[in-house]
């Protein structure tokens, strides 16, 4: 079963930074494109980035390009999503999980069936 968890979130003031980590368990995070999602509540989760599996293609939603950098490290099995530049909007539970993906392509789209893990809050406040 494939099982990602998720870390770094924490309370920052606008304009700090923060890198999230993508870590997984039981599995090789090698072959699977994976992608960072946000879920403010009373709204339905949306896409922020993603990763190919060979890390050769990365896509973002518009409101962080330039903003957020995704990134993986296949030795250590995680994915990362560094952000800067950070803005009260950006407050949400961040979570990764594996999307539909090839080498060189990836898409903001879950591969489902996926049981999502807990998330990590990112908090933008002064």
């Known amino acids: 079963q494939l099982q990602l968890v998720e870390s770094g979130g924490g309370l920052v003031q606008p304009g700090g930074s923060l890198r999230l980590s993508c870590a997984a368990s039981g599995f090789t995070l090698n072959y699977y494109g994976i992608g960072w999602f946000r879920q403010v509540p009373g709204k339905e989760r949306e896409g922020v980035s993603c990763?190919?599996?060979?890390?050769?293609?990365?896509s973002y939603t518009n409101s962080v390009k330039g903003r957020f950098t995704i990134s993986r490290d296949n030795a250590k099995n995680t994915v990362y999503l560094q952000m800067n530049s950070l803005k009260p909007e950006d407050t949400a539970i961040y979570f990764c999980a594996p999307v539909i993906a090839g080498q060189n392509m990836c898409l903001m789209s879950p591969r489902m069936p996926y049981d999502w893990g807990q998330g990590t809050q990112v908090t933008v406040s002064s």
């Open positions: 990763i190919s599996s060979s890390g050769g293609a990365t």
